[in-house]
T-cell receptor
Framework: DTGVSQDPRHKITKRGQNVTFRCDPI?????LYWYRQTLGQGPEFLTY????????KSRLLSDRFSAERPKGSFSTLEIQRTEQGDSAMYLC??????????????FGPGTRLTVL | AQSVAQPEDQVNVAEGNPLTVKCTYS??????LFWYVQYPNRGLQFLLK??????LVKGSYGFEAEFNKSQTSFHLKKPSALVSDSALYFC????????????FGSGTKLNVKP
């Protein structure tokens, strides 16, 4: 089964450090999403890629956050100068659809970030 | 703004009994509604979706959901609960004017007791 994979599954870091997460979507999925989920809440949209183009960013995505999807395959999410408030589960999802259709997102297992 | 609400933080049901997890939505335009399930330390798994057509949608693991436009609801149901159904359930709505945007509810924890 080649579902969405994320690496690492857990990351503990000290405040002020930079972290980078990777997401490998389902093969041939052209859309890729990043979400953040805090305890007791549903996922919140962070950003979205159509192939290699980052088409939308949430206001939640401060300038300390950057995401890339080179070549339209895997994606990375980097957080610079981490803060304790960044502690959360970071979820990646992918989907396959032509533009404008109501496709289904398939989620990875998430990366749990703890900032000390 | 688009949103969904899950009015119950937790639902308790005995194994073998029917279960219902509630979801109401607020959407301008035609709603695209989804249910996902999340097990501990896992990502979300897709259960079912309503786009158009029959109001009763059947999904994975014996779950179904009923779309009710007049009550703006999309409740998740299962005729006979299993202990293994115990998990966190999320309702979500897709913005009909921006398919890139999903809005999730806060989740309902389902506890199925033997």
């Amino acid at each position: 089964d080649t579902g969405v994979s994320q690496d690492p599954r857990h990351k503990i870091t000290k405040r002020g450090q930079n972290v980078t997460f990777r997401c490998d979507p389902i093969s041939e999925h052209n859309r890729l999403y990043w979400y953040r989920q805090t305890l007791g809440q549903g996922p919140e949209f962070l950003t979205y890629f159509q192939n290699e183009a980052q088409l939308e960013k949430s206001r939640l995505l401060s300038d300390r956050f950057s995401a890339e999807r080179p070549k339209g395959s895997f994606s990375t999410l980097e957080i610079q100068r981490t803060e304790q408030g960044d502690s959360a589960m970071y979820l990646c999802a992918s989907s396959l659809a032509p533009s404008g259709s109501a496709d289904t997102q398939y989620f990875g297992p998430g990366t749990r970030l703890t900032v000390l | 703004a688009q949103s969904v609400a899950q009015p119950e933080d937790q639902v308790n049901v005995a194994e073998g009994n029917p279960l219902t997890v509630k979801c109401t939505y607020s959407v301008s335009g035609n709603p695209y509604l989804f249910w996902y399930v999340q097990y501990p330390n896992r990502g979300l798994q897709f259960l079912l979706k309503y786009i158009t057509g029959d109001n009763l949608v059947k999904g994975s693991y014996g779950f179904e959901a009923e779309f009710n436009k007049s009550q703006t609801s999309f409740h998740l149901k299962k005729p006979s609960a299993l202990v293994s159904d115990s998990a966190l359930y999320f309702c979500a709505v897709r913005d009909p004017y921006n398919f890139n945007k999903f809005y999730f509810g806060s989740g309902t924890k389902l506890n199925v007791k033997p």
